[in-house]
């Protein structure tokens, strides 16, 4: 491709709104263009960047012997009524009406589509297992879209359905995901990490993340570097400490002034876990089937020396979101602010207590009267509600497993896998029939990876002060050619002899400086560069750099150009 001709242009300054070194140099190196918030155009270089990516994950997919078939993007509703996600899942969900007045949706995962497409096929044991997948565009209605292709809104994802008799077949396929995603990463060149996540919409209960670590991820990570637990802090457990005493009766005491945890342990002189703290949330619930909904309160406790996690306490409450809760609404329910607790709350609450709480006893806790807190309430005795885990997990809390002192993180989601069992089959009447004539649930999973996001990550993964320098997996072109010498016969023909030796070339044939050529050249990233300069060229040779060690020049005889630099791919692929 000859860089006269390229439909891109490469920018000197960030552009507004680039909150991330990789996203800034997919704009300024003309990968990328944005056409609105969280929406991109693929320009030449990204789309061959995102291609290469799309051929890694279909060659293992291959691998896995999955069949490739391609789903509508456009869904019809009822498709999602049946299994109540229609209404269940937000406003991330786009959702219209065709002209014939019927429910329409743009699918943000294809659960629903591949389970109808199960059982039309799927009838005998025979059948089975299948295993299919696609690289289809997706549409989610993020409300925060950010870090370019990190976090949009339409994007293009693998995402592969399994479809087995039993357990057993699932466990297997889901070993070969679990296997096969990170021979892909590391294919591609980026360093993952599996952690133990949260199904969250898509149901089932088992299921792992591929965390990217960078300081520019939304998701903390927990980790143990002793025993190798890993999860997201959303599901993350650690062992916890309980301090169950003799109960005492309740006492009002007068705590002026002290609406955080911080004050009132200073107030009354104890320790932060002698106390309650609660969270106070609205939650959303809607009718599967019929799409209405309504809002509760919902109050989390969990000891002071702790926080909440709000997915837990989403769970917990199985609600279909949560916000925090505005004064008025606590108010509401009976419950005074900066005092607040479950003690006196009116019916229709829902409180959510934590087991560090349930299993420690005389903790001080909101009076629900201005200036006062009780001390010495219990679960259980001055009030009650469902218990769970709750508790956020953070650094230097003990390992659930081993006890020893956990790390925490911050990581990108770049793939995700989900043993997804019966939920959408038997939603969806998907059966097959047994060996013994009986009629059984087909055993579903889903596994999904994020293609745009994978090439984001890479480019924050692979860049330095000048742009950015991929892999040469992904890497647009293998090779960028520049020719700063007036013979422009001679410039064609190593252009045409390294094409025609199958060679990908980036030729800079602009009239430009040396200078700006250079630069374009840096933050474009092609790993291997080519300079054909008036000296090298008049000793019969010419410099070669790698774009991730330009400290090293090297100088190769230009009638056996060709030959060294596939010597030279092949040595660095």
């Known amino acids: 491709m000859r860089m006269s001709r390229l439909f891109s242009k490469t920018l000197r300054e960030a552009p507004n709104g680039a909150d991330c070194k990789g996203y800034e140099y ?116 993020d409300p925060r879209p950010r870090a370019g292709l990190i976090r949009v809104r339409e994007f293009t994802m693998k995402d592969s359905y399994s479809f087995d008799k039993d357990q057993e077949g699932l466990e297997k396929v889901y070993k070969a995901h679990y296997d096969a995603y990170f021979r892909i990463y590391k294919k591609c060149g980026l360093p993952v990490i599996a952690v133990g996540s949260d199904s969250g919409m ?35 457990r650690f062992q916890k400490d309980y301090y169950p005493e003799e109960p005492k009766a309740k006492e009002l005491v007068e705590t002026p002034n002290t609406k955080t945890i911080e004050d009132l342990v200073k107030v009354l002189g104890i320790p932060a876990r002698k106390t309650a703290k609660a969270l106070f949330m609205v939650g959303t619930f809607i009718n599967d089937e019929t799409g209405e909904e309504h809002t509760k309160l919902v109050v989390g406790i969990v000891r002071g020396d702790m926080d909440i996690e709000e997915n837990k306490l989403q769970n917990a409450a199985k609600a279909n979101s949560l916000r925090p809760a505005h004064e008025e609404e606590i108010l509401e329910a009976g419950i005074i602010p900066g005092f607040g607790s479950p003690i006196g709350a009116r019916e229709g609450t829902i409180v959510i207590v934590d087991d560090s709480v349930a299993k420690s006893n005389n903790l001080v806790a909101g009076a629900n009267k201005e200036g006062f807190h009780y001390i010495n309430t219990n679960f259980g005795v001055d009030y009650n509600g469902t218990v769970a885990d709750i508790a956020s ?72 002060e000048r742009g950015l320098m991929l892999p040469i997996a992904v890497a647009p072109y293998q090779v960028h050619f520049i020719s700063l010498i007036k013979e422009t016969d001679v410039s064609e023909r190593i252009y045409s002899q390294l094409e025609a030796a199958g060679i990908e070339v980036l030729f800079d044939d602009r009239k430009e400086t040396a200078g700006v050529k250079f630069a374009d050249a840096d933050l474009i990233g092609v790993p291997i560069r080519i300079t054909l300069g008036n000296r090298s060229y008049k000793d019969g040779k010419c410099e070669v750099k790698l774009r991730s060690n330009e400290d090293e020049v090297m100088s190769f005889d230009l009638e056996n150009l060709v030959s060294e630099i596939k010597d030279l791919i092949a040595k660095i692929s």
Not at 401 to 414: A, F
């Open 26 to 141: 997919l704009l300024r190196a003309g990968y990328i263009d944005q056409l609105a918030t969280g929406i991109f155009s693929l320009l030449p270089l990204g789309f061959r960047s995102i291609q290469k990516i799309s051929s890694i994950v279909r060659e293992e997919m291959n691998a896995l012997g999955a069949q490739e078939i391609l789903m509508p993007v456009v869904n019809p509703g009822d498709l999602w009524k049946e299994t109540g996600r229609f209404y269940s899942i937000d406003r991330e969900m786009s959702r219209f009406k065709d002209r014939n007045d019927r429910d329409m949706c743009l699918a943000m995962t294809h659960e629903e589509c591949a389970t109808d497409l199960g059982r039309n096929i799927i009838d005998s044991y025979k059948r089975l297992p299948l295993l299919v997948y696609q690289l289809q565009t997706k549409w989610r209605d």
């Open 202 to 236: 898509m149901g089932g209960k088992v299921a792992h993340e591929y965390m990217y670590l960078s300081p520019i991820g939304e998701d903390t990570i927990i980790t143990c570097p002793s025993c190798g637990y890993t999860a997201n802090r959303q599901v993350a």
């Open 393 to 464: 997990a953070a650094q230097d809390y003990r390992c659930p497993v081993c006890g020893k002192p956990l790390n925490s993180s911050k990581g990108v989601e770049v793939g995700n896998i989900f043993q997804l069992g019966t939920r959408y089959s038997e939603a969806m009447n998907c059966y097959y029939q047994d060996e013994n004539g009986a009629r059984k649930p087909v055993i579903m999973g889903s596994y999904g990876i994020g293609i745009g996001r994978l090439l984001a990550c890479l480019c924050e993964e692979y860049n330095d």
